[in-house]
């Protein structure tokens, strides 16, 4: 066989495994979010679809989102147990009290903790700093935790978290960031 006609048929053989690993890897990532959601009691707070909405604004490709209050541990994790396919979670500011139970839910069921994302955790609360903590001893990456300029958005609870970029409105404009760069 002439030396053109291998070099080709290799860079057509390359090509193909190289479209096949891109085509997988595509379709292994989720197309679900489940959001667990900050305060939205107190005046200023944005209520749990209008934090779904922020991140739906951040998404190029769009997803199905189901938002739970920060204080809806229950039906987020009745998700979780009834999802047949691997998802995004993502625990934000309040919600981050409930990482460490998240976090094995999804080991439990055989989900990538590469999938969770903990946004701006309330680090002045001991045990939402402890519960972000013991997520990441359990396989949450680190750079998974985005923290804000402060204690109350995450500063410190961790070592090699992501930093929110900056936008406004502050703390609140973090989900859209999230979704602009991961999702």
């Known amino acids: 066989m002439p030396r053109k006609t291998i070099i080709i048929i ?9 479209a096949s690993f ?5 379709l292994q990532k989720p197309s679900n979010i489940l959001l667990l959601g900050g305060l939205d009691n107190r005046s200023g707070d944005l209520n749990i ?11 190029i490709n769009k997803k199905k989102i189901d938002g739970f209050r920060y204080n809806d541990f229950a039906g ?4 979780i147990n009834n999802s047949t ?17 998240i976090a094995i839910a999804l080991n439990q069921k ?4 590469n999938n969770m994302f903990i946004v701006e955790p309330y680090a002045k609360s001991s ?10 001893r359990l396989g949450v990456p680190e750079k998974n935790v985005w923290v804000g300029t402060s204690k109350s ?10 930093s929110t970029p900056n936008c406004s409105p502050r703390h609140w404009c973090s989900l859209t960031e999230l979704a602009k760069r991961i999702l």
């Open 85 to 101: 396919k691997p998802i995004y979670v993502i625990l934000f500011s309040a919600g981050a009290s409930k990482s460490k139970e």
């Open 110 to 113: 055989g989900f990538s903790l």
């Open 127 to 136: 045990n939402t700093s402890q519960s972000v903590k013991e997520a990441v």
């Open 10 to 18: 290799s860079i057509i053989v390359a090509s193909l495994g190289l």
């Open 76 to 79: 987020i994790l009745n998700a």
């Open 49 to 59: 679809g209008q934090q779904v909405e922020l991140i739906n604004k951040g998404l």
């Open 153 to 162: 958005t995450g500063l410190g609870v961790v070592n090699n978290t992501s």
């Open 22 to 26: 891109l085509m997988i890897k595509k």
